[in-house]
């Protein structure tokens, strides 16, 4: 019964995904979320596949958390998907032909109502025209035309619109707003050439479209200026030289244009080397310092005549509580010029954050208050793990404290510690929310605004690929795979380090 009850919760789950996932018109995803399903029933309501019901979990979720977004990242690489190209081709046709609507002169003006159907969500759900038309009548009125409203179906209220209308839920003035972008490429087809369109939160026009398109020739004409538009990177570019185009374009195949270009953009490539230096060490000096104190703190609290030990370890682990967000910003008050803690208490007026080399080292003080507690918590698991019997038979052979540390406990700890410092490295070397939030990657020099003194590869990356030119999902998506790369190549040989200890276990 308990299985029964539990995979059809995960089926209502599935279910609940897949419509959300027909709305946004995602086939693939309600294919994969259907296959998982299947999959779910078959191995769990059956006594067969044993292993495989303890499997399946970690398989569902090594897919939809690893593999799935790797597998996105690196097919995005591969296109222009970013902001202006994020829709089809016939998608970005309609949304120009929608958008060059003009109103006609003299036409009465519908009272407006948006609304989307009942169910549906108000953010993203399809919208609808809730009309009433100029002689009185009601109808409603979607990307598929018009229809009229049976006495019964709706409600007016006193200002003339429709206040309510069977199978639709009607928007309030803040979702309206927040679907401003939708609305403004919203039409409701009358007849050819003909479309009703928004004006405001009451009101709608009939309007006649300004832009036809021409399916053999593939290109756009816009009527009022006589002016001819063909494709060009992804984009409807005018053909009379002028370089004009329409903002909609489309999401398109571009090939290793995006790799080309981190290559050869002279932004990235001019600040990568200096850049890159300063990543590796960020990352290993992190990783370094977090160690050394969180192993010391550890050893010290390793002591079975301590007393206190565990409100000691409760204390130290209370930076790891703390959300990082928060506890980066904290820092980066403390280290204000003017007002900050840091300088309140020494009396110094040192700029922490202003001078390149001090906001260097404030970034590596501010990871150490972050990362030590984290060392501390493994170093502390795996010290309790070694035999005790193994540093008494090195203490009766002769060995001091130290030549115990040294020979007999740090090799035994690394064999359970190493992987993880391996995993540390990767992290800080992506340290991105850090860096953002105490620094923003700066101080900036006057002379080149887009590296800063703090910067890592993805900070920088982030600037370059959302900037002010936009989002370019496609940039940072390749810029994304060399970073991975950078990093695979750097820790491949610390895994086979580690690989070697554990010929000591």
Sequence with gaps: MVAWVLVLVAVLIGAQAIRHLVEAGSWLG????????LAVVAVYLTRRRVPMKYLLP??????????????????????????????????????????????????????????????????????????RAPDGGLQVGDPDGLADLLPG?????????????EGYRVLTAQEVNARSQDLSEFVVPVSEGVSIKQAG???????????????????????????????????YVATDGSGASFPQGWKDNVGLANFDRVASDSALRGGFVGILIWNIFFAVASVL???????????????????????????????????????????????????GLINNLTGLGTN???????????????????????????????????????????????????????????PLLLVSVGPLLIASFAFNFNNFGLIYLLTGGGPFSSADSSQGGTDLLIT??????????????????????????????????????????????
Excluded at 30 to 37: D, G, I, K
Excluded at 359 to 373: M, R, S
Excluded at 376 to 396: H, K, M, N, Y
């Design 30 to 37: 309600v294919t994969l979320v259907a296959a998982a399903l």
């Design 58 to 131: 970690g398989v569902l979720l090594l897919l939809a958390l690893q593999i799935w977004p790797v597998a996105y990242t690196v097919s995005t690489a591969f296109t222009n998907l970013g902001d202006g190209h994020r829709v089809s081709q016939e998608e970005a046709i309609d949304l120009i032909i929608a958008s060059s609507v003009r109103e006609v002169p003299g036409q009465a003006r519908y009272r407006l109502t948006v609304a989307v159907p009942e169910g549906a969500d108000p953010l993203v759900g399809e919208l609808a025209y809730l009309l």
């Design 153 to 165: 179906e709706a409600a007016v209220d006193d200002t003339g619109r429709i206040a309510t209308a």
């Design 201 to 235: 939160l009451s009101e709608a026009y009939q309007g006649r479209t300004t832009v036809v398109y021409d399916a053999a020739t593939d290109t756009l004409t816009d009527t009022e200026t006589g002016t001819e538009y063909a494709v060009q990177g992804a984009r």
């Design 289 to 339: 310092t977090t160690f050394a104190l969180g192993l010391l703190l550890a050893l010290l609290l390793n002591d079975t005549r301590l007393r206190g030990q565990r409100l000691y370890r409760s204390l130290l682990i209370l930076p790891y509580a703390l959300p990082g967000f928060v506890t980066a910003l904290v820092w980066a008050s403390m280290y204000n010029q003017e007002f």
């Design 352 to 410: 922490w954050l202003g001078d390149p080399h001090l906001a260097k080292v404030a970034v590596l003080v501010t990871n150490l208050w972050l990362g030590f507690p984290y060392m501390f918590l493994v170093c502390t698991g795996a010290l309790q793990s070694i035999p005790t019997d193994v540093r008494e038979a090195a203490l009766i052979d002769g060995a001091s404290p130290w030549r115990t540390l040294r020979s007999v406990t740090l």
């Design 460 to 505: 920088y990356a982030f600037r370059l690929a959302f900037g002010s030119r936009g989002a370019d999902f496609g940039f940072a998506s390749a810029i994304s795979i060399f970073i991975f790369a950078i990093v695979a190549l750097l820790s491949a040989g610390a895994f086979r380090k580690t690989a070697a200890l554990e010929e000591i276990h």
